[in-house]
Nanobody, 121 residues
Framework: RLQPVESGGGLVQSGGSLRLSCTAP????????MDWYRQAAGKQREWVSF???????SYADSVKGRFTISKDKFKDTVYLQMNSLQPEDTAMYSC???????????????WGQGTQVTVSA
């Protein structure tokens, strides 16, 4: 199973920006899709964004217009650009590959370790 590694989290002030990275060797080779999720302490995991094999994207309503997902196939990396961050965005952010339009079963992946994003008021 593909194993992603997340990075780029940190502590920022309200209104600030961060760019998260999710690197999963094999992501581009197997033409996989990638999801970003987040989970705040004591709350259920929330789906954030998805990028498909053709580059099409989708977003949760809570982040639409503020977050942008993109990918670099050469680096097997998906990015999540987060702007206008608010305290309610504070969470552990994780990513995971999955089959996209191509339906490649090799894309079923595992959770990464996550990267913490903390937004102060």
């Amino acid at each position: 199973r593909l194993q992603p590694v997340e990075s780029g989290g940190g502590l920022v002030q309200s209104g600030g920006s961060l760019r998260l990275s999710c690197t999963a060797p094999g992501f581009a080779f197997f033409t996989c899709g990638m999801d970003w999720y987040r989970q705040a302490a004591g709350k259920q995991r929330e789906w954030v964004s998805f990028i498909n094999t053709d580059g099409s994207t989708s977003y949760a309503d809570s982040v639409k217009g503020r977050f942008t997902i993109s990918k670099d196939k050469f680096k097997d990396t998906v990015y999540l650009q987060m702007n206008s961050l608010q305290p309610e965005d504070t969470a552990m952010y994780s990513c995971m590959t999955r089959p996209g339009s191509g339906g490649n079963p090799s894309c079923f992946g595992s959770w990464g370790q996550g990267t913490q994003v903390t937004v102060s008021a």
